[in-house]
């Protein structure tokens, strides 16, 4: 079976650039999660998605990041402007069930450097 | 005071001797307990899920929940080099509206 698929596996942008990540969870996964990983740090969660719906985006900074997830599959992440401080690592992971309480799968990851 | 704390490290610990990382938690109403590893420059995996007190154990692995004290702790037994990485815990709650938090992860090293 398949894992989450994420691309591009890096990224180099110079800020005020748009950049946009892509996701591929397993299939079956009716749960899709984005997050953001600093430097010895922890994964951060920034939006979930069951199936379409968006149910947990607090963690979002809604004033340049957005994403979607079109059919309850694929999802995109797309930041615009980007900034230096969003230099990371932006993951995606998917999980059955409902909530979060399911055991995640997660990608490989975007390396993101802002410049 | 963060929602989920563990102690940043390095935790060295000798090869063959039992390592033990420990989380605590600040919100009482967690309900699911997750310890994930990540190797350097890799993704998270999942180790172990604790839901219920007491201990839980897979293979060389042993994750044990206090949900009064609010700390879930990880035993390494018999460890090797290659469990040199860092250990995440994460816990989230069992509803939809449930967020999952992550703690920032203790590095462990295995010395030979």
């Known amino acids: 079976e398949a894992g989450v698929v994420q691309s591009p596996r890096y990224k180099i942008i110079e800020k005020k650039q748009p950049v946009a990540f892509w996701c591929n969870p397993i299939?079956?996964?009716?749960?899709l999660y984005w997050y953001r990983q600093n430097l010895g740090q922890g994964p951060e969660l920034l939006i979930r998605?069951?199936?379409?719906?968006?149910?947990?985006d607090s963690q979002l900074p809604k004033d340049r990041f957005s994403a979607e997830r079109l059919k309850g599959v694929d999802s995109t992440l797309k930041i615009q402007p980007a900034e230096l401080g969003d230099s990371a690592v932006y993951l995606c992971?998917?999980?059955?069930?409902?909530?979060?309480?399911?055991?995640?799968?997660f990608g490989p990851g975007t390396r993101l450097l802002v410049l | 005071q963060k929602e989920v704390e563990q102690n940043s490290g390095p935790l060295s610990v000798p090869e063959g001797a039992i390592a033990s990382l420990n989380c605590t938690y600040s919100?009482?109403?967690?309900?699911?307990f997750f310890w994930y590893r990540q190797y350097s420059g890799k993704s998270p995996e999942l180790i172990m899920f604790?839901?219920?007190?007491g201990d839980k154990e897979d293979g060389r692995f042993t994750a044990q929940l206090n949900k009064a004290s609010q700390y879930v702790s990880l035993l390494i037994r018999d460890s090797q080099p290659s469990d040199s990485a860092t250990y995440l815990c994460?816990?989230?709650?069992?509803?939809?509206?449930?967020?999952?938090?992550f703690g920032s992860g203790t590095r462990l090293s295995i010395r030979p």
């Open positions: 299939s079956g996964h009716n749960t």
């Open positions: 604790i839901y219920s007190n």
């Open positions: 992971a998917s999980s059955s069930g409902q909530g979060a309480g399911g055991t995640q799968y």
């Open positions: 998605y069951e199936n379409e719906e968006a149910v947990d």
């Open positions: 994460a816990v989230t709650g069992y509803s939809s509206a449930s967020k999952i938090i």
């Open positions: 919100d009482r109403g967690s309900q699911s």
